[in-house]
């Protein structure tokens, strides 16, 4: 496991963005830097069932943004059931999509924004964080397929490239079964706001 102390450790780390939490001012923006960052096809990934016509888990989701205020980087987290284990649900949190606009990769941002979310995830209490993504990357930030054997997505998917990282030592120790949704949907917010 990959610790960190504080998460505002992080926010003055590259100069040229600032990391804050997503805004509805940064839905727009963000949906066309996925859009040039990982292409069209990118709304049909295993992960994008599990979030569509959800919201992302309270407080983790996170923008990096210029000083001109536009967007630059995003990553989400979002509430899901890890399968289960001894006839329980397993809470974890599924990372994604983490996104780099293109001119400012290779600038350390994504690393930024991966370290922001697994250090506010840990500070708010949650055990564990699945992604689906390459090993050669993330596996540097701790995530590794060591308790994903048992585990599978609802679409497509290669088991090499599903990782985890528990925050808490044994939070997805024994879980399998199919990784599902839990988290509020968007029309529960809409709700909220029209009251």
């Known amino acids: 496991m990959t610790a960190f102390v504080s998460a505002s450790a992080f926010a003055d780390a590259v100069p040229f963005a600032a990391i804050v939490e997503e805004t509805a001012a940064h839905v727009p923006a963000r949906e066309a ?3 040039a960052a ?3 096809g990118r709304t049909r990934k ?3 069932q599990i979030r569509t016509g959800r919201l992302p888990a309270e407080g983790l989701a996170f923008s990096a943004v210029r000083p001109d205020g536009s967007l630059v980087g995003t990553v989400r987290l979002w ?3 890890a399968g289960r284990q001894d006839g329980a649900n ?3 949190l599924l990372l994604g999509p983490l996104a780099v606009a293109p001119d400012a990769q290779g600038t350390g941002l994504g690393s930024l924004l991966m370290r922001h979310a ?3 995830a840990a500070r708010l209490g949650h055990g564990a964080i699945i992604l689906v993504g390459d090993p050669e990357y993330y596996g540097r930030f ?3 397929a060591a308790q994903t054997g048992w585990l599978a997505m609802p679409g497509p998917f290669e088991p090499r490239r599903l990782l985890a990282l528990e925050l808490v030592e044994g939070a997805l120790g024994g ?3 199919v990784i599902a949704p839990t988290g509020r949907f968007v029309l529960e917010e809409a709700v909220v706001l029209a009251a």
Do not use: C, Q, W
């Open 142 to 144: 701790g995530f590794s």
């Open 33 to 35: 830097l996925l859009d």
């Open 79 to 81: 509430n899901i059931t």
């Open 46 to 48: 295993s992960s994008e």
């Open 90 to 92: 397993v809470p974890a």
């Open 38 to 40: 990982m292409g069209p």
């Open 175 to 177: 879980a399998a079964g």
């Open 118 to 120: 697994v250090a506010e």
